[in-house]
């Protein structure tokens, strides 16, 4: 393989587990030369070679969510860029199956990506501690970590429905263990307190459009104009639930969405909060593996230092489901 290629046989190691290191030329070429040959490298030598298994792990706790595919798609790929396959985990909301899962994965991987953990703290250092690990969504000090900062855009969410004339607004809860909620939450609460305006809380939703659609009575019995959702889904339910009942968006009632997965397909089309989901993923990745290729470093290091932490910020998009609260506010 090597000769044919014209190139080193560790030129070809590197091709096949170290390719960002390489001229992409020279990757491309060998690649070629492999699939010509039908060369397959030989995972299980690399492993006794390197000490590597060229796998990683993005672990996620519900993959029907639309919010985790495109940090899933992002992912996959720069890690595939760097010569390594991804295993996937969904963790289905539940924080035993995914302590279960990361010690699994542990075995089986040279790192993991954990978005959105719902694990306690000490219980995430401590997988920290046994493989390289980067959180996406979770905020722990001493752990390496991605944070789609959402608190931005719903402070500016908040504002749009005061100079829009709102007076009381409620905030439709995600999952109580989720970091984003409790960030967006607090957002919420602390941005109305300083703009004067009423805010409520609804309690903890599944982040699925059935549940936006079951808080639909809670909101409208709340006497708020305008309900600033957890994510996307759920404020896709508020929509479905408020045309059951021959309700008019935004008249009625205006909604804002976060994340920007769904808002040009619902309709009206929802205003959101617009995130850096994908960004997350690779930056995720690209953290990773640089904790895997400096472990013995990281290891050394890990009591006198914090892990990087990086925080991607997020703005608000207007779009027609917000407005003036017309017919509430009349009916008052």
């Not at 060369?39 to 060229?54: E, F, I, K, M, W």
């Not at 890690?79 to 035993?96: N, V």
Request: some cysteine.
């Amino acid at each position: 393989m090597a000769s044919t290629a014209g190139v080193s046989t560790a030129t070809v190691s590197r091709v096949f587990s170290k390719p960002h290191l390489l001229r992409e030329s020279t990757v491309v070429h060998v690649k070629e030369v492999a699939a010509q040959l039908g060369y397959v490298p030989h995972h299980t030598a690399q492993a006794l070679s390197t000490g590597r298994l060229g796998t990683i792990a993005v672990v996620v706790p519900d993959i029907a969510n639309p919010f985790f595919p495109p940090v899933i798609r992002a992912a996959q790929g720069h890690a595939y860029g760097a010569g390594f396959s991804t295993l996937l985990g969904d963790t289905d909301e539940d924080p035993a199956k995914e302590a279960d899962l990361l010690a699994t994965l542990e075995q089986r991987t040279d790192g993991i990506v954990l978005v959105s953990s719902r694990l306690p703290e000490d219980v995430v250092r401590r997988h920290a501690r046994h493989r390289p690990l980067v959180l996406v969504n979770r905020d722990i000090t001493g752990v390496a970590r991605v944070l789609v900062d959402s608190a931005a855009g719903v402070r500016q969410a908040v504002d749009h429905l005061a100079e829009l004339g709102h007076q009381h607004i409620t905030y439709v809860s995600g999952p109580d263990s989720s970091w984003s909620n409790q960030q967006r939450r607090s957002a919420v609460l602390e941005q109305s307190a300083a703009r004067g305006i009423t805010a409520t809380v609804q309690g903890a939703h599944r982040p699925e459009h059935d549940a936006g659609r079951a808080a639909t009575a809670e909101i409208l019995a709340s006497g708020a104009t305008a309900a600033i959702a957890f994510d996307d889904t759920i404020a896709q339910g508020i929509l479905s639930g408020m045309a059951e009942r021959g309700l008019a968006i935004p008249d009625d009632l205006s909604v804002i969405g976060c994340d920007d997965i769904l808002a040009v397909n619902t309709y009206p089309p929802l205003t959101t909060i617009r995130s850096r989901i994908s960004e997350a993923g690779r930056l995720a990745v690209e953290m990773l593996l640089q904790l895997v290729e400096n472990r013995a470093e990281a290891d050394a290091g890990e009591d006198d230092r914090m892990e990087p932490r990086h925080a991607l910020t997020s703005s608000l998009i207007p779009r027609a489901t917000t407005g003036p609260p017309i017919r509430r506010s009349r009916k008052g």
